[in-house]
Every structure is written in C-alpha cells, then in structure tokens.
C-alpha cells in the first residue's frame, strides 16, 4: 500500500498565494522609493501579476473541487523557490549582509545591461518562473490526466513566459511614436535619456540625434530647461556630461541645463525627473525626448511613476538591422520591468 500524499489546507495555500503577490508587489514600489499605497493594478505589469495570482487561486478551486489530490511537498516546495529569491533581494537591499549588489556599481556592465540589474532580474525571474509553474501545474492536474505533469507544466511554463515576451516585443514594435503635437505648447523641463559616448567623451549619433531635437526645441522657445541623465562607463565621461559640453559648444546657456550623472538605467533617469517633478510643484509641463524604439518603455516608465509627460521622437533614422536590435532588446528590458521594475 502506497503512503498517502501529504496534502495541504486549500486556506493556507490561498493565503500564501496571495501573500507572495503581496510581497513581490510591495518590493516592485520600494525598489523605487515609491509607496507601496500607490499600487496601480491598471499598470499592465500588476495587471499580469494579478491575473497570474487569480489564476492560481482559481486553478486551487478547480482541482479541489474534482477531488484530485494535491502533492503537498511540491507546492510547498514551488512556494519556497517563489519566495527566496525576493526574501534575497529585500535583505539585500536593506541589509546589505549579502553583498549581492554593492558589490558592482552602476558603471559596469554585460552585453549592454548593468551587472546590478542583471543579477536582481535573475532573482526576479526565478521567482515568477515557479510562480508560473504553479499556475500551469495545477491547470494541467485540473484539465488533463497526464502522467508527465510535472515536464509538460515545465515546458508550457517557458512557452508561457515567451509569449509575454512576443507581446512585449510587438508592443515595441508598434508603439504609435509619432512626433506629438507641440504646436502653441512650452515645457518647463525636456528629459534627455542619455545613450552611449564614443571616444571617452562625445555622444554617439543616437545621442546626438537626441541632443539636437532638443536643442531645436530650446531655440524654438519651446523648451525652458534640459534634464541630462545618465552615468559613465569607466574611463570616460558621463552621459550627462557629454550631452552637457555637446550643448554649451552649440550655445546653450549653462544655467538651462540641469545635470543627473549617476544614473545607469531607464527606470532610474524617469525616477530622477519624479523627485524634479515632485519638487518644483508648478512644473506642469514635462517632455522626454528618446528614439523611436525607446519610446514604448519610456511611456510605461512613466505610467508607473505616474508622470505626465510629452514623449517626443528624436527622428534618428536607422537601417533595420540595427533597429531590429534595439527593438529586441528593448523588448527585454521591458517585459522585466513590466513584471519586475527594474
């Protein structure tokens, strides 16, 4: 006679479902000094994190009710592997014990991302794989009698987590990033994204293609003030200070420009225009200048900071090769910080 399966109360497993949403939801806003009580759930990222959670309630529902029994070792153990790479991150973040990110500053880098985004994004991601593999687990015990649950559920898990990222390449892709109609409008901030600096110390053409875009509108009388983020790759000078010398050579006054050289990340130069934004009360009127392919991300940026602003198209023109590049890595650096922020 073989030993029963331990099995587990369908309240505790509800609760710690829900739980670990809650956890992963709240470490989303913190990560970026925001207040968990501004959580937005039409946020497309917390969108998807609670259709995931209802799922996975649901599927709990649906498999008690057709009696099937539930192997309790394994959602314990699903639940432990969603809840330890978070339970990392936040010590890490407000202890420091594990050294997981000082350790890197934000002028090293892999393959065009920060070390110190990669290594949070792993642990972001092997969290929300289990979290996934629960879901498409218990949908699978519910709807099939497979014998090779646990493989299949494995597979749909990672064809799962493709297709978020299919969407989130699409919505690349095709984001309406068409010139705003700025007509009659002035700003009293435009943000400059910084890009890379070739030669240790002018902008690359992207950048470039940014700054001068920029630079029309300040002439025109468009814009008041220039935001210049970005940080620097050892060596060489900062984004910002590149964009910084590139403008006072072309006769930009010194004090319209307002420089920010420490960020290394999209998420952390519009977090940058939040606190300006915050700060100067009045300042109503806000506008970010980018490339085509970097738009999408910078409009969901801002939907999660809450800001307002005019998203302006630099006009860099590209051959497809090099823009299909771009597209497909801004498709990653969005589907993680839709479901992650970073």
Not at 195 to 202: E, F
Not at 204 to 209: D, Q, T, V
Request: glycine share 6%.
């Amino acid at each position: 006679m073989k030993p029963a399966k331990k099995q587990i109360s369908l309240p505790f497993l509800i609760a710690a479902v829900i739980a670990l949403f809650i956890f992963i939801s709240t470490l989303k806003y913190l990560n970026n000094g925001l207040n968990p009580v501004g959580y937005n759930p039409y946020f497309f990222g917390n969108l998807l994190n609670i259709i995931v959670t209802f799922l996975t309630i649901a599927g709990l529902f649906v498999v008690k009710r057709k009696s099937k029994n539930l192997s309790g070792i394994l959602l314990y153990l699903l639940l432990i592997l969603s809840v330890t790479p978070l339970i990392l991150i936040f010590i890490d973040k407000y202890t420091g014990l594990l050294n997981l990110l000082d350790s890197y500053t934000s002028e090293e880098y892999f393959f065009t991302f920060q070390i110190k985004k990669i290594h949070v994004g792993l642990l972001f991601l092997i969290s929300y794989f289990f979290q996934l593999y629960m879901m498409i687990y218990l949908w699978s015990r519910a709807l099939s009698k497979e014998r090779t649950v646990y493989l299949v559920s494995f597979f749909r898990t990672l064809l799962l987590l493709t297709l978020f990222f299919v969407i989130s390449l699409f919505y690349v892709w095709f984001y309406p990033a068409s010139p705003e109609e700025i007509k009659g409008k002035t700003y009293d901030y435009a943000l400059v994204p910084g890009a890379a600096v070739w030669n240790k110390k002018s902008p690359s053409p992207i950048f470039e293609a940014r700054l001068r875009k920029t630079l029309d509108l300040y002439r025109s009388g468009i814009v008041k003030k220039i935001i210049l983020t970005g940080g620097k790759a050892p060596g060489e000078l900062s984004e910002a200070d590149a964009g910084y010398h590139f403008l006072l050579n072309l006769g930009v006054d010194t004090r319209s420009i307002i420089k920010e050289d420490k960020s290394g990340a999209t998420r952390e130069q519009i977090k940058y225009l939040y606190y300006i934004k915050n700060a100067n009360s009045n300042s109503e009127n806000l506008a970010i200048i980018s490339d085509k392919f970097h738009l999408p991300r910078i409009n969901q940026t801002c939907g999660f900071f809450g800001i307002k602003a005019d998203l302006i198209p630099s006009g860099y023109k590209m051959i497809f090769s090099r823009a299909f590049y771009y597209r497909l890595r801004e498709g990653i650096a969005l589907i993680l910080f839709w479901l992650f922020a970073i």
